[in-house]
């Protein structure tokens, strides 16, 4: 539903009508697969389908049932889990720990995602011209993408060590005496946003970079005959027909950022005093540290609403203003 | 516009840019420096100072003493065999639901759309469950089945794929006498082999750097992989021992970021069509 959001579209005299030619295959292939040939096709197609098919039934939807299934039941793992209908989110409602954990999630997707997609759209427009060394660059932007988060959660947190850390060594060289960042219930969640800044704000420039690249230079012309100054060629032409691009990476990343795990686990676990005690990490904590699978499975459920509410938000904004080719 | 003004305002968007990729680059330059350093030099010194002399003790440490060659080992057998597996069965699924007719097909396409947009924290506890049940917790079974046939992502982007490929192409074909497995390994293959190697880049990066479902799944060293090693390590000895830990952040970052170089250009034009397309 996210990544088949074509630009071409909604440019004038585009070729969106030859780009999907697969929507009614021609006669030609129709005709082979009359009776007996149709009996055949469909049991080839499912055979094709049948490993995917099949991991999908077992490790994908059985699971999701099975997640709606023990949040109605108190287990500890061991033992005969015991139905209690509506008591694990009867709790839920009421435990301020996951009211806090739903806090930091959205604060940290806040922070996150608006700032990730100012400076990646910023670079993506600066990538935009045909200067020497610019591909060079793209691919030292893109490096961090693939850094392992576990990793990188260990050289951060020394990096951001108070007395040994290169950022306060930094600011030194100006006079600032820098907090004890991951210490600080104030800045340990603004700490772990920038590493997810740091990490994919390359990654979603590409993307909104190929978006650019799509865009026709003829409209640009035009607009120059208009005499259209920078700002009104921004406004009128580049940020509406980067709409699709922006859509794909704003819905992608925000669903990726309400599941942050590893850089929480490596440098903060939940700490200082719960500032980033995120709901993914709460759910983890409660599942395979506490046990408490059937209240996991509750918050789980809520962490999954909270996601759909948000992307189809997102979606509903999006659809009034762009046209789609969903396919 | 004075043509000195247009070349003030390209040294500065040169200046900016490069200050942005020096910021990229730098935790990983950090890494390798800190991890090439003695430990009295390493606690001394400024992080940015080089290391001098360079030590490979702390690498020879890591993968020696703490098992790093093993844990380098697990990671490096189920990243390649989730790829394989994921490639091949995503193409196979994606084939039909791209050019095949047949009952059923476009709700099993709005189905694998739907679980694609399930996060996986959910889908956790009830596959441990199932693995407890399976008795594979600990094994490499464990570890791989789950995504080893395939993600609906990765059905998703090859039958986006598949379906810019011309029809014309397979009808020809199918006159000729070739039938959908000849139609499937001699046509579309072929020609999809940029989706195919984005799609496996990805998978091994996922793969690669998976933290959660490994730290559920397994529970000794005999399948542990090198991102529950390395925060393992984190865990224990992060205040005696920063020098082994940084060394094996470096051994867990740097393959990658070769593997990377080596396709870069591949890479990075793949990845920027993945979505659009």
């Known amino acids: ?327 | 516009m004075s043509s000195l003004s247009t070349a003030v305002r390209r040294t500065t968007l040169y200046g900016i840019l490069a200050a942005g990729a020096l910021l990229s680059v730098a935790p990983y330059l950090l890494t390798l420096n800190g991890a090439l350093k003695r430990p009295a030099d390493l606690l001394s010194t400024d992080a940015w100072i080089p290391a001098h002399p360079a030590t490979f003790a702390n690498f020879t440490a890591v993968w020696n003493q703490y098992g790093m060659s093993s844990f380098l080992l697990h990671t490096l057998s189920v990243a390649v065999l989730v790829t394989i597996g994921q490639v091949v069965f995503s193409a196979l699924a994606a084939y039909a639901l791209a050019r095949m007719e047949f009952p059923g097909r476009d709700w099993l396409f709005w189905g694998y759309l739907a679980t694609m947009m399930v996060p996986q924290m959910i889908t956790l506890v009830p596959l441990f469950l199932m693995m407890r049940e399976l008795g594979l917790v600990d094994t490499y079974a464990g570890l791989i089945l789950p995504t080893l046939f395939g993600t609906p992502y990765g059905v998703f982007l090859v039958r986006q794929h598949f379906r810019t490929i011309p029809h014309d192409l397979e009808a020809a074909a199918r006159i000729d006498g070739a039938n959908t497995w000849t139609i499937l390994v001699r046509i579309m293959l072929p020609l999809s082999r940029p989706i195919l190697a984005t799609l496996a880049i990805i998978t091994f990066v996922n793969t690669w750097n998976n933290l959660i479902w490994p730290l559920i799944i397994t529970n000794s060293d005999r399948t542990r992989v090198i991102t529950v090693g390395i925060s393992a390590l984190q865990g224990e000895h992060v205040s005696d021992l920063p020098h082994i830990v940084l060394a094996g952040a470096a051994l867990a970052l740097l393959p990658l970021i070769a593997v990377f170089l080596l396709f870069q250009r591949h890479i990075v034009r793949s990845i920027a069509l993945t979505g659009l397309k």
């Open chain 1, 1 to 327: 539903m996210i990544d088949n959001i074509s630009p071409t579209k909604t440019f004038p005299g585009g070729d969106g009508s030859r780009r999907h030619p697969a929507e009614s295959p021609p006669s030609s292939t129709a005709g082979h697969r009359r009776g007996r040939g149709r009996i055949r096709a469909t049991l080839e197609a499912y055979l094709l389908l049948a490993p995917s098919l099949a991991g999908l039934l077992m490790f994908l939807v059985a699971p999701i049932v099975g997640v709606v299934v023990i949040s109605f039941f108190d287990w500890n793992l061991m033992g005969t889990p015991r139905f209690v209908g509506l008591a694990n989110y009867r709790e839920m409602m009421g435990d301020s720990e996951v009211w806090r954990a739903m806090r930091n999630t959205v604060y940290y997707v806040l922070l996150n995602i608006p700032a990730q997609t100012v400076l990646a759209l910023l670079l993506a427009l600066a990538m935009n011209r045909k200067l020497r060394g610019l591909k060079v660059l793209r691919v030292l932007f893109v490096l961090p993408w693939m850094a392992m988060p576990v990793a990188l959660g260990i050289v951060w947190s020394w990096a951001f060590d108070p007395q040994r850390g290169v950022v306060n060594q930094f600011l030194a060289l100006f006079g600032v005496d820098g907090p004890a960042w991951l210490s600080s219930t104030g800045w340990a969640m603004p700490v772990l946003a920038s590493v997810n800044i740091w990490q994919y704000t390359g990654y979603t420039m590409l993307f909104l970079l190929a978006g650019l690249q799509a865009i026709p230079e003829s409209l640009y012309e035009a607009a120059d005959l208009d005499g259209a100054g920078t700002v009104q060629r921004f406004f009128r032409i580049t940020l509406p027909l980067l709409r699709p691009s922006m859509f794909f990476v704003l819905v992608t990343n925000t669903i990726g950022s309400f599941q942050m795990f590893d850089t929480v686990y490596v440098m903060t676990q939940g700490g200082p005093g719960g500032s980033t005690d995120t709901m993914n990490y709460h759910i983890y904590q409660q599942a395979f540290q506490l046990f408490r699978t059937g209240y996991a499975s509750a918050l789980a459920m809520l962490l999954f609403a909270v996601i759909l509410l948000v992307t189809a938000v997102q979606l509903l904004y999006f659809r009034k203003r762009t046209i789609y080719d969903f396919s």
